[in-house]
């Protein structure tokens, strides 16, 4: 019987390519061990926002990002020892093809990446659908591309009947190569619904809870988790000790369907620099809560609820309000697209929005901006001093006018300028498309907590 205060196994899955089914996968092995009564840590590669909500569905645990284009190394092995070190098995959900990155010679932003850098071992998830012998070589060529990378197993989904089963799994025998973990037949009920940023996020499934333990139950009969426990057992991460600062200041984080695109590590930061973390909603609430000394709106999605935000008046207001008499003011991508005066949705129909932004920002048929940024501040503001160097990601559908002040200049991944990302800033105010991750830039954190305090005084 495993011992929960010592056994410890973490893995990495990795996708032969995008739509593999890592994502089902993931989620079916979250719950499954969670329904073992262990805790569960789950993470994600990348900068992904919506399938971190579903881990914590399948989970009851905050999933953390995991990006060393965004974070650095370093800050990777401490956000997974902080979040790993007090559970019995730590998930990692890759972010397209195991060795996709930035660039076609270089591992630098993809799955493999985090996996070498944690030190931890890859389990292959393969579509097997109108597949069978063919499963070999394809493995082989993982498994044999990166001689430190060590995969363990393979898991297949979208997998046919017993037979089909075993001509995957004695083909990976046959030829000496990590054995078939798992199987996960074909079933239409196991797919999430889509829409143009990923999945559907889990704030709008009301279905999820009795489809995650359909999931689990999956796993528990057509996987060998035992085994997999096993190959990936290795030295539980020791605990990283922080002591949180006394609470110094209230800042009223945005928490609805329209608005929770957020990164674990952005937010724990902030807490442990003292700042009170306030949730309230856009959507339905009518006033900003008591006693805040500044808002962050995150990401989201707006323009599907463009016209309930519309409707209630009175936040908006409010959140004008707050802005003309100097409060703190940050928002993100969707809470960019918020503080504007208008949203036009992909209908064509124009809402109005808080209007602190003078911009408009009109939803568009194709991708608009998507890539990992670096920027550079245009002026002191409440992130930081002139010309400091932040990063972060971008990916929107919309599209809106350049303004006439700044928040700072933007970069892509090739060193072009990116104007979509450059966003606006004017006294406390600050916005943009990108999402920032604070943990390679934590001089952010101390200005943005240090202008909320000085805010008490």
């Known amino acids: 019987m495993a011992d929960l205060q010592t056994d410890f196994s973490a893995f990495l899955l990795g996708g032969v390519n995008s739509g593999s089914g890592k994502t089902t996968i993931s989620l079916a092995l979250m719950r499954a061990f969670r329904r073992r009564g262990w805790k569960v840590a789950p993470f994600k590669c990348g900068p992904d926002y919506i399938d971190p909500t579903f881990h914590r569905c399948a ?16 800050a990777v092995r401490q956000s997974f020892a902080r979040r790993a070190a007090d559970s019995r098995v730590a998930v990692v959900e890759g972010v397209m093809g195991l060795f996709d990155g930035v660039s076609a010679d270089s591992l630098s932003g993809s799955s493999a990446e ?15 659908r109108g597949m069978a012998g063919s499963i070999a070589p394809l493995v082989a060529g993982f498994a044999h591309w990166k001689k430190d990378l060590k995969i363990i197993g393979v898991i297949a989904d979208n997998a046919g009947g017993a037979n089909h089963v075993r001509l995957l799994e004695e083909s990976l025998k046959n030829h000496g190569l990590p054995p078939l973990l798992g199987a996960l037949p074909r079933n239409p009920e196991w797919t999430l619904p889509e829409r143009h940023l990923g999945l559907v996020p889990e704030l709008e499934n009301g279905r999820l809870d009795a489809w995650f333990d359909q999931l689990g139950e999956a796993a528990e009969k057509f996987f060998h988790l035992d085994l997999l426990l096993d190959l990936a057992s290795m030295q539980r991460p ?24 957020y990164y674990h590590d952005n937010l724990r930061m902030l807490e442990e620099k003292g700042i009170e973390l306030v949730e309230f909603s856009p959507l339905n609430d009518s006033a900003l809560p008591a006693n805040i000394q500044g808002i962050y709106l995150g990401g989201g999605f707006p323009e599907q609820f463009a016209r309930q935000l519309s409707e209630n008046q009175a936040m908006r207001s409010a959140i004008g309000a707050f802005a003309k008499r100097g409060g703190i003011l940050y928002a993100e991508c969707g809470g960019y697209m918020y ?13 109005d929005m808080c209007g602190v932004v ?5 939803m568009c048929p194709k991708l608009k901006s998507l890539g990992y940024r670096s920027v550079r501040l245009k002026s002191d503001c409440i992130l930081g001093r002139t010309g400091a160097i ?32 450059d966003g606006f800033c004017a006294g406390n105010v600050c916005g943009s498309y990108i999402h920032l991750h604070w943990a390679s830039t934590p001089q952010a954190v101390e200005s943005f907590t240090g202008a909320l305090k000085k805010c008490m005084q």
């Open 339 to 351: 503080l504007m005066r208008s949203i036009t949705d992909f209908e064509g129909r124009c809402w």
């Open 114 to 128: 985090i996996a070498l850098t944690l030190g931890i071992p890859v389990v292959l998830v393969v579509n097997a």
């Open 358 to 362: 003078p911009s408009d920002a009109v």
């Open 59 to 74: 989970t009851g645990g905050e999933s953390v990002n995991l990006d060393c284009r965004m974070m650095g190394a370093e």
């Open 238 to 261: 020791l605990a990283l000790s922080r002591t949180a600062e006394k609470k110094t200041a209230r800042l009223a984080i945005a928490r609805d369907p329209a608005f929770h695109f």
């Open 390 to 421: 932040l990063k972060g990601h971008e990916f929107h559908y919309s599209e809106a006018a350049p303004t006439e002040n700044p928040l700072w200049e933007a970069w892509n991944s090739r060193g072009e300028r990116v104007p979509s990302g």
